[in-house]
């Protein structure tokens, strides 16, 4: 286990020089921030002046050294635009994103995995088959018309909703959390609902396919015919078989919707990481966008290697080495 | 909100209803607006940079030495009043009894000390025209420019003033979180990408404003926004979607306020002999050609079609009541959409088959920006010009049309002249480059004539400003008679707000709370 561990955090070191690299060489492609911080009419001298107080004066060879010994010293780099630690921004955004994939992630699983059992279970019900349909309207639908459909009516046409923002939010250790007030569990609905709808129709057809397959498997039918009750061979029998590939898409599905959350986020007005994102691509806010990635492949390798562990837990025969 | 006066509410709209009637009634006396914008304010601090959000934000919280009405009209502000003593020296008498947030008193030390701090910063280029400042007392600062310049008060209308002590103390990083200026407002709470709330400051020397708590929220979504005003979470936004104009007016509880903004969009043309996109010589330099190009541009159909009808044709480079502004001279007039004329113009200039070049333009900078520019590809296809056009955000777009100008033939970009002066944008537009430091920086055409370099030096060498206007109508006629650019439209802003709202739409784009009453 503890090679197993040391293996992975050596993955991780890896995957994320490797993305600090590729990135920070890509973003010298994408514009020069100097341009956006100064006026359209700025003289040399002016631009010269703003390139040396931003440290974009020096070689990108240089720039990079800079950002990585600083790194190594847990200095993240500033923002061009704010001029602010890139990693304090993306920090103070983290918790909205987190806790909007949270409820969206909880909604996921609540409706897919039952329902998913269900349209397994009987594969040629008039009831499964309407769910199937509904599920392939949320793999095909777009978040934004979602979103914006969920607006017009929830939110203009019948006022259940407010139509964006965050609502009121409360500290707890340090971190404002809008999940501890009613009016920010008001707010959160919406945006939830549209980020879990994709999710929510992929976890559903992957544990319905699960059913169907280890529902044909002599084990179902031994555990019923020795008395097991229905629930039981689906939910204790069945469903813990069916369930392994469905906890992979969930783990990157999971780390997908925190990274790439920004369009639920774009239409509510939803204060989290994705928006500061498109910003910064926006402004070629260089050192917030690598932060940001790294971060994010922070969490993908960290939700992977918490995938792993759910199967050992799932299925014993598993064991991490 | 909207389920206060429908019947058909569900239990959780009632929950809320109470909430909001409670609040409603303990804030009766007090008045709150809330403003819906397109992004979040990046800074506080005046020093760090400018973008349209942030400069609201920087006018509630700050002051100058000179004040700007929403007609761009000039007048007092932190001084009271100013004088030439000679005709590089100006004296600024200051107003007394002003305080900043934090109760420290105003003080000519103030403004060394911040004219100095915007030289050293991001934005040397807000004292870019003054050559010294000093203080002669408590209440006197005497500024000289380095040489005669009658605008100089228009300049110091963006410099806002900073406490010395305050800021030192505090440093620049800081600044953003805690702003602290003498300005109407004080900032109470900022949620980044969430909500930002001022509160009238008692003590302003202008009198305490009619609103006490403004919130901002950026809701970046057109729709999203739109949806917000519906609702009745805010009761303004700040550019309302074309689209949604027709929407929202359709409702008696709303109102849409439009006017024209200073942003002209403007096209570029290459005078060079040798233009980076176009195969031998430069057909541009001729002055015939850039009047066929414009006389085959049909401003009231890309108003009419890509604009929806919300922008204004621009008659010349800068507004009307500008410097710089002639009376009764209208670009559309001097040049009408003629393409048979403008077929003969191109023919005596040698150029019967037309000719290809590339257009550069943003997909993200301006009001349909991109479409414009396929417009214009379409339009000047008529007369045998061969537009290609090369589209870019705007994060490449202006390092990529940088002077000198390596890569571009013909470029579409927008100005504005804030300082209500078209001094300042002929001399980085249009004057020779190269030829003076300062001059010419933009100059993206690369365009020379050295009747208009005199008549800008003339302008910027007079302390008398009705001279200065002279002069620069000169150059205006020049520029309108040569066309190096083709002035197109001003954008128009379009806000809405719930009735009840009173709104004064600046010129400048600005929305300020402290001009703003509701009932």
């Known amino acids: 286990m503890f090679g197993y561990l040391l293996k992975r955090l050596i993955q991780m070191l890896l995957v994320l020089w490797v993305v600090s690299v590729v990135v920070f060489m890509m973003m010298s492609f994408t514009g020069d921030p100097v341009f956006m911080v100064v006026p359209i009419d700025a003289t040399d001298a002016e631009i010269a002046q703003a390139r040396r107080i931003l440290g974009l004066d020096q070689s990108l060879i240089v720039q990079y050294w800079k950002f990585l010994t600083s790194l190594l010293q847990g200095d993240f780099g500033h923002s061009y635009v704010f001029r602010q630690p890139a990693m304090t921004l993306i920090l103070e955004r983290l918790p909205a994103t987190v806790e909007m994939v949270l409820v969206a992630m909880v909604l996921a699983i609540v409706f897919a995995i039952p329902l998913g059992v269900y349209a397994g279970a009987n594969p040629n019900g008039r009831l499964s088959r309407a769910i199937m349909s509904g599920s392939l309207l949320g793999i095909s639908l777009p978040g934004f018309w979602v979103g914006m459909v969920l607006i017009y009516l929830f939110a203009v046409n019948w006022g259940i909703f407010p139509s964006s923002g965050r609502g009121d939010t409360a500290e707890v250790f340090g971190f404002r959390i809008s999940l501890v007030t009613w009016d920010g569990w008001h707010h959160i609905v919406l945006p939830a609902v549209t980020l879990s709808l994709g999710t929510m129709a992929i976890l559903l057809r992957m544990t319905r396919a699960g059913m169907m397959e280890v529902g044909r498997q002599d084990y179902m039918k031994f555990a019923r015919a020795k008395g097991a009750t229905r629930r039981d061979v689906l939910y204790k029998h069945g469903l813990k078989n069916a369930l392994i590939p469905v906890v992979t898409i969930f783990g990157l599905q999971l780390g997908d919707l925190i990274a790439f959350a920004t369009i639920t986020e774009t239409i509510f007005s939803w204060p989290g990481m994705g928006k500061l994102l498109i910003d910064s691509i926006y402004r070629a806010d260089r050192p917030v966008i690598v932060v940001y990635l790294m971060l994010v492949a922070v969490i993908f390798v960290v939700i992977n290697f918490l995938v792993d562990l759910v199967y050992t837990l799932i299925d014993p025969r598993i064991t991490l080495k | ?519």
């Open chain 2, 1 to 519: 909100m909207k389920y206060l006066n429908r019947n058909t509410w569900r239990i959780g709209a009632l929950g809320a209803t109470f909430v909001v009637a409670a609040a409603g009634a303990t804030l009766a006396q007090e008045k709150a607006v809330t403003i819906g914008l397109t992004s979040d304010p990046s800074h506080l601090y005046p020093l760090a940079g400018e973008e349209l959000s942030s400069n609201i934000m920087y006018y509630h919280l700050y002051d100058a030495l000179v004040s700007r009405s929403p007609e761009l009209e000039f007048g007092p502000g932190l001084a009271e009043s100013w004088e030439n003593v000679d005709d590089v020296t100006w004296r600024f008498k200051l107003r007394e009894g002003v305080t900043f947030h934090n109760g420290n008193a105003f003080t000519a030390a103030d403004v060394v000390y911040t004219v100095e701090k915007a030289r050293a910063s991001i934005r040397p280029d807000l004292v870019a025209n003054v050559a010294s400042v000093k203080a002669v007392d408590d209440l006197t600062v005497e500024i000289t420019t380095p040489k005669p310049y009658a605008v100089l008060p228009n300049d110091l209308a963006e410099l806002l003033i900073l406490d010395e002590e305050y800021t030192e103390q505090t440093g620049d990083e800081k600044m953003d979180l805690k702003p602290m200026g003498t300005g109407p407002y004080m900032l109470k709470e900022w949620i980044k990408e969430e909500k930002l709330v001022l509160t009238a400051f008692g003590d302003y020397w202008g009198g305490a404003p009619a609103i006490q708590t403004v919130t901002f929220r950026p809701i970046t979504n057109p729709a999203t926004r739109t949806a917000a005003l519906l609702t009745g979470e805010v009761d303004v936004i700040q550019d309302l979607a074309v689209r949604d104009v027709d929407r929202v007016k359709s409702e008696d509880r709303f109102q849409v306020i439009t006017r024209p903004s200073l942003l002209n969009v403007v096209l570029a043309m290459d005078t060079r002999e040798k233009s980076p996109t176009i195969e031998g010589k430069n057909p541009m330099t001729d002055q015939r050609v850039r009047e066929a190009i414009a006389r085959a541009i049909d401003m009231d159909a890309i108003n009419k079609i890509v604009m929806n009808g919300l922008a204004t044709p621009s008659a010349q480079f800068v507004p009307e009541a500008h410097l710089g502004f002639v009376d009764g001279m209208d670009f559309r007039e001097m040049y009408p959409v003629d393409i048979e004329k403008a077929k003969e113009l191109l023919a005596d200039a040698g150029y019967p088959d037309g000719f290809t070049m590339t257009l550069d333009a943003t997909n993200n900078r301006y009001v349909n920006d991109a479409q414009i520019a396929q417009a214009l590809a379409s339009m000047l296809a008529k007369i045998n010009v061969n537009l290609e056009l090369n589209i870019m955000p705007k994060s490449n777009f202006w390092g990529y049309i940088r002077v000198p100008t390596e890569n571009s033939s013909l470029i579409m970009s927008g100005w504005d002249v804030p300082s209500g002066d078209a001094g300042s944008m002929y001399g980085a537009l249009f004057y020779s480059r190269d030829k003076k430091e300062g001059y010419g920086q933009v100059n993206r055409g690369s365009y020379s004539n050295a009747e208009m370099d005199a008549l800008l030096d003339k302008a910027d060498s007079t302390p008398d400003i009705a001279k200065r206007d002279e002069y620069l109508q000169e150059a205006t006629k020049i520029l309108m008679a040569d066309i190096p650019m083709i002035p197109m439209h001003y954008e128009q802003d379009v806000y809405a707000a719930r009735k009840g709202v009173t709104l004064v739409p600046r010129v400048d784009k600005f929305i300020s709370a402290f001009e703003m009453d509701v009932d």
